[in-house]
């Protein structure tokens, strides 16, 4: 990653400030702590190698150098402006840019798995981390984090996933340019982040949307909460499941993971 190439060009987008390293912790853990130092609003935090990435649950999110992209953006939400019960949205908007940008941009077909990842030919390519720090009932910060395999050798080896990965480039059979990707995604997640709570937002999340229509399985850890029928998201980023007793729930994002049910 050269610093210098990075930042000016980084600089032509309205972000806020702009903090670029060759190994952190985790970006999003940084954001954090830059947050305190009273980082300006759509501040980006990067880094070349992350050597404790953070994924949900407390999990690692591994961030080999010079392979990945991995970055966190700062942002002060207006007051009021995202409910708690629409939190999921800020995972929504990650997943949505990243989907978005390897659509359009790669000729791929992404795909949002529910709440957090991004997915093309059923493998996992993107990861999302939010970060979320509250005054009461108020959001004061939302760190959102993103993770994505670029070149081949960023996939963590199979012993060490619980899901299958892939790199963006074994994917799109070409180099992929990891500065011109992070300039695609933060336009995209410029453009979306004003419309998070306009019914375009959901409705074009809604088309991304993995699984639908197909039979998954709801887990908390060991535990398994609920399994059905995937049917969609609701305005608030709620998924919505036919439940295999007949009835139709939400789920909020939170300690849920999504898998496929294989019925065949
Ligand atoms: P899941 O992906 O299982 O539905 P999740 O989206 O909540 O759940 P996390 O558990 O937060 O995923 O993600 C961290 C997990 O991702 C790690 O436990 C590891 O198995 C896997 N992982 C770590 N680094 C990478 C990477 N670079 N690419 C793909 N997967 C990774
Ligand atoms: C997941 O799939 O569950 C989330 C993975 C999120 C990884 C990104 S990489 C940039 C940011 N910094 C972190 O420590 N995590 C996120």
Known sequence: MDITTWKKRLSDLPLGDIYL??????????????IEKDAPAFSLVAANEQTAGRGRHGRTWETRAGKAL??????YPEPGWIR???????????????????TDKYQLEAEIKWPNDV???????SGI?????????????????????????????????????????????????RLDLLVQILESLLKWYPKLTSESFTAIWREKLAYKNQAVILTAGEEIIDQGTLLGISEEGSLILLSDDGSERLFM????????????
């Open 70 to 75: 991995a970055f966190s953006w700062i942002l």
């Open 253 to 264: 994002t939170g300690e849920i993971q999504l898998r496929l049910v294989d019925r065949s």
């Open 129 to 177: 981390l939010v970060d979320v720090h509250w005054t009461g009932t108020q959001i004061k910060d939302a760190v959102l984090g993103i993770g994505i395999n670029v070149h081949q050798g960023s996939v963590p080896d199979e012993q060490d996933l619980h899901f299958p990965a892939i790199s963006l480039q074994e994917l799109a059979g070409r180099k992929i340019d």
């Open 84 to 102: 708690p019960e629409s939190l999921g949205k800020l995972s929504g908007l990650g997943a949505l840019a990243v989907a978005e940008v390897l």
């Open 119 to 125: 997915l093309v030919g059923g493998k996992k390519v």
């Open 21 to 34: 390293y060759q190994q952190v912790g985790s970006t999003n853990q940084e954001a954090e702590f830059l």
